[in-house]
């Protein structure tokens, strides 16, 4: 795949890239390599300084950074600046946090004394160079959360961004040089997928994070696993977005179209499957289905567009095809369902679509769309809302809706997900856990979980 910047919304190539040569990836794992020798024996106070200006830079950014985000891979330019902004929110949080999250831990005088030692601490250090392989749909927000809580616990970064957002991934570079963070600290590589196992297999690469597809988390995985290396991956979703009848349906249904269509519809997170108990179906099914007719598909640099192109003509393709499998085996397709009339051969646009009556017949049942489209399942009680929503092989988070504490008890639960969101869609945030089970990875982002997750952690075991 070339490394170039090809606008989505007109399918125009704007800029493209050479690749790294081998000698030049090679001096710049040599750089973050000396980078790391120096960089972790600062303190918390100066890593919070260095953060804590690079998000006033990206801050004072945000217009333009957001502009090249929608540019690069179409997500409605609103929804590029918020991304900025929780990339700044993200960034203070750790700046100002991490030094808590990682203070030495005691053990209690007793268990202290039951091993024997006079005095024991466990401490945090970091683990060192760590390669990000990072996804194109949240271009600034994946990288900044992985980068985030590693540079505040002392690591350095190699990102190996997708290759449809370059210039995204040279702003992050130029963004941590310009807050003065020392050379080495975070590096792009401009490089293909082909040159990331031996970037990997570096003895001087000591860890990797990948958000992205499942093909692609299997391949980091076991490239890392043979190096006996540590990873954090976060991968595809299909979560479920459970309607039950104690729910304010038209909450619900607002939400859900937002937890559907957020960033064009791609996003690990977005809510795919919604499954409506019957009692409350027929209402459901109305409300949600004219909200999404009622989108507005357009120029992604319109302020006034809901829904933009998606990312590439490829990703349209895969997506049209589980569509027409879908309505081939039976789906009733209720809005949308093609390419939007005057845009869809200008760019990579699809309209917003909803299905019913989908059956675990049809590819989309058992396979993430990565789109604005949305299944709809009819079910009959709790009992077999649980069994449909666990019947995926993902598991990264789930959104459910109901006011019956009985319910909530049983989806907490029972619910095979990273997160359960009631009343609510599932969303992100820095002092939050993020990760699912399954074939949606493992490990953990964000709050202190994820800055724990490249570090070393250390028994220190003493007597007097």
């Known amino acids: 795949m070339p490394i170039a910047t090809v606008n989505p919304a007109s399918g125009e190539t704007l800029k493209t890239y050479d690749a790294l040569s081998a000698a030049e990836v090679e001096q710049r794992i040599a750089t973050a390599d000396a980078a790391f020798a120096a ?9 919070a300084v260095l953060l804590g200006r690079a998000a006033d830079l990206l801050e004072e950014d945000q217009q333009d950074v957001a502009r090249v985000m929608t540019t690069e891979m179409g997500k409605p330019l609103a929804q590029a600046r918020a991304e900025v902004a929780k990339c700044v929110k993200a960034m203070r949080w750790y700046a100002g946090r ?31 160079v760590v390669l990000a392989v990072m ?80 093909p692609a988390g ?42 559907r269509v957020q960033n064009n519809g791609q996003s690990c997170i977005a809510a795919k499957r919604f499954i409506v108990h019957t ?41 049209e095809e589980l569509v027409d499998d879908a309505v081939g085996r039976g789906a009733a397709v209720l809005c949308g369902g093609q390419r939007p009339e005057g845009l869809g051969e200008r760019g990579w646009y699809y309209a917003p679509t909803v299905l019913a009556d989908v059956t675990d017949a049809m590819r989309i049942h058992h396979e993430e769309a990565f ?14 809302a649980v069994r449909l ?15 019956d504490d009985g319910d909530v008890a049983r989806f907490v639960r029972d619910l095979q997900a990273g997160g359960v969101y009631v009343n ?26 994820g800055i724990r997750e490249f570090c070393n952690t250390t028994t220190v075991w003493q007597r007097a």
């Open 279 to 319: 009692d409350v179906y027929d209402e459901f099914t109305r409300l949600f289905t004219d909200r999404m007719r009622a989108l507005r598909v357009g120029d992604p640099m319109d302020e006034d567009t809901d829904v933009g192109p998606l990312s590439s003509e490829r990703g349209r393709a895969d997506l």
């Open 39 to 47: 960089y972790r024996n600062t303190t918390f106070g100066d890593r």
């Open 424 to 449: 609510g869609m599932t969303a992100s945030h820095p002092a939050l856990p993020f990760g699912g089970v399954k074939r949606s990875g493992y490990g953990r982002e964000l709050s202190g979980h």
């Open 98 to 128: 991490a030094e808590s999250l990682l203070a030495d831990e005691h053990p209690s005088a007793a268990d202290v004394a039951d091993s024997g030692a006079d005095r024991v601490r466990v401490v945090y250090r970091p683990l060192g």
């Open 218 to 259: 299997r391949s980091v995985a076991s490239i890392a696993g043979d190096e006996v290396k540590k990873t954090v991956l976060e991968l595809g979703g299909s979560d479920p977005f459970v309607v039950m009848p104690s729910a304010d349906l038209e909450q619900a249904a607002q939400t859900a179209v937002t937890a």
């Open 389 to 403: 929503a666990n019947d995926t092989p993902f598991g990264l988070s789930s959104n459910v809706w109901t006011r």
């Open 371 to 384: 789109g604005p489209v949305a299944s709809l399942y009819r079910v009959p009680d709790l009992d077999a």
């Open 135 to 214: 996804p194109w749909n949240f271009p600034l927000w994946q990288v900044v959360r992985f980068a985030a809580p590693a540079l505040m616990a002392g690591n350095v970064g190699l990102l190996k961004h997708a290759s449809n957002v370059p210039q995204t991934a040279l702003y992050l570079e130029d963004l941590f040089r310009r807050a003065s963070f020392p050379e080495g600290c975070f590096q792009t590589l401009l490089i293909g997928s082909g040159a990331v196992e031996d970037v990997l297999r570096d003895p001087r690469v000591a860890a990797a994070t990948l958000t992205g597809s499942e």
